[in-house]
Structures are given as structure tokens and as C-alpha cells.
T-cell receptor
Framework: AQKVTQAQTEISVVEKEDVTLDCVYE???????LFWYKQPPSGELVFLIR??????QNEISGRYSWNFQKSTSSFNFTITASQVVDSAVYFC????????????????FGQGTILTVHP | DSGVTQTPKHLITATGQRVTLRCSPR?????VYWYQQSLDQGLQFLIQ???????AKGNILERFSAQQFPDLHSELNLSSLELGDSALYFC???????????????FGAGSRLTVL
């Protein structure tokens, strides 16, 4: 069975600090996909990134960066120079893939990390 | 606006009642998913439909049912409601099945159900 663990329930930082959100996953599959979603106070779920299990390159998008380490089954998310607008709940998720490498849409989510950025 | 439309946004009802949540997927997406977000269970996958057919099932209770219609909109029916069914119900859609590779779900804004 798949499992995603986000050990940090809540993180509080002051604006401009860097913050890393941890995600550890468990799966028996060799092909799988990892995702990060953001849930701002308004409640919707916003897609941030997906990574397949064969692509261990780190990715940077503006102030966001992701570190995927298959050896430790981790997919951590770092926000550099945090801003108040980054305050949200962040979810890490995992999905299986079919034989052709297409991700199934059935996501297993972690419990989420509540990030609060204070001005 | 994600392109996935869910109605109603809020719903308050009593135990034992039945409600229907509606979802219109993003234009061009053939697959619809239902997820439940509650305080104790977190975000859980309920069910997936692809082009009108059930494709995958998760932790969906027998009191709950769903369907996807020919115009691709979907409805989630919740019956014999209990207090514990109070949750935020998300619909998501994706282009799964059209050969687009990794399947990224686009979520709607959710329907918040309160059972009193």
C-alpha cells in the first residue's frame, strides 16, 4: 500500500525566511508520480509540481524548489524568501502509474503541513 | 478559476437526509475524480470515472454513489447522512486516457457539506 508522510504538522516563519516542507513516501511500485498541491485559506487545491520516479533532477520555479531523493524516498519542497501569500496548507501526494507510465489519478495524500508566514 | 465547476459551494442538511453534489469537468477532460477532505481522515480518494465508466474506487462508503453522464458532468450522491459525513468534497478532472502522459488533476473549489 502507498503511504505519504508529512511529519511537520505546522510551521511558522517570518517573512523572507526560507522554509522546507518535508515529504516521505512509501510505495512498492517502480514507476510512480509525486505531486505537491497548495491549499490556500480560500480552500481550493492548487497544483504546484509533479515528478515521475525516473526523474531525480531537482527543479526550481521562482522561489520554489523541489528536491527528489529516491534513495531516501523523499520529495521535499523549499520556499525561498517566504512571503505572507505563501501561507497555506501544503500537501504532498503520490500516485501509481500504469505499464505505459501514465499516472493514475488516484492520489494518496499526506496529512498536509500548515505553513504560516508572519509579516 | 480552475475550470472545474462544483455546485453547491455550501450545503447544510440533517442526519438521515440525501444530497447530490455536482461537478462539471474542465473542457476536454474525460476523467472525473471525487475526493473527501475531513479533519480526521484528511484527503481521501473516493472514486474515478472515465468517459462515463467507473475506473477506480477508493474508500467510498456504500451509502455514497456516483455517476458520470454523457456530457461528462458527474454527480456524487450521499444518502443516509451521518454527522461524520461532514466534509469538503472535491471534484477533480484530468485528461487521463488521451495519451497526455503524466496525469495532473485539476481540482474544483469544493462543496462543503455540513450534517447537523
Amino acid at each position: 500500500a502507498q503511504k505519504v508522510t508529512q511529519a511537520q504538522t505546522e510551521i511558522s516563519v517570518v517573512e523572507k525566511e526560507d522554509v522546507t516542507l518535508d515529504c516521505v513516501y512509501e510505495t512498492r511500485d517502480t514507476t510512480y508520480y509525486l505531486f505537491w498541491y497548495k491549499q490556500p485559506p480560500s480552500g481550493e487545491l492548487v497544483f504546484l509540481i509533479r515528478r515521475n520516479s525516473f526523474d531525480e533532477q531537482n527543479e526550481i520555479s521562482g522561489r520554489y524548489s523541489w528536491n527528489f531523493q529516491k534513495s531516501t524516498s523523499s520529495f521535499n519542497f523549499t520556499i525561498t524568501a517566504s512571503q505572507v501569500v505563501d501561507s497555506a496548507v501544503y500537501f504532498c501526494a503520490l500516485s501509481e502509474a500504469d505499464a505505459g507510465g501514465t499516472s493514475y489519478g488516484k492520489l494518496t495524500f499526506g496529512q498536509g503541513t500548515i505553513l504560516t508566514v508572519h509579516p | 478559476d480552475s475550470g472545474v465547476t462544483q455546485t453547491p459551494k455550501h450545503l447544510i442538511t440533517a442526519t438521515g437526509q440525501r444530497v447530490t453534489l455536482r461537478c462539471s469537468p474542465r473542457s476536454g477532460d474525460l476523467s472525473v475524480y471525487w475526493y473527501q477532505q475531513s479533519l480526521d481522515q484528511g484527503l481521501q480518494f473516493l472514486i474515478q470515472y472515465y468517459n462515463g465508466e467507473e475506473r477506480a474506487k477508493g474508500n467510498i462508503l456504500e451509502r455514497f454513489s456516483a455517476q458520470q453522464f454523457p456530457d461528462l458532468h458527474s454527480e456524487l450522491n450521499l444518502s443516509s447522512l451521518e454527522l461524520g459525513d461532514s466534509a469538503l468534497y472535491f471534484c477533480a478532472s484530468s485528461a487521463y486516457g488521451t495519451g497526455t502522459g503524466a496525469n495532473v488533476l485539476t481540482f474544483g473549489a469544493g462543496s462543503r457539506l455540513t450534517v447537523l
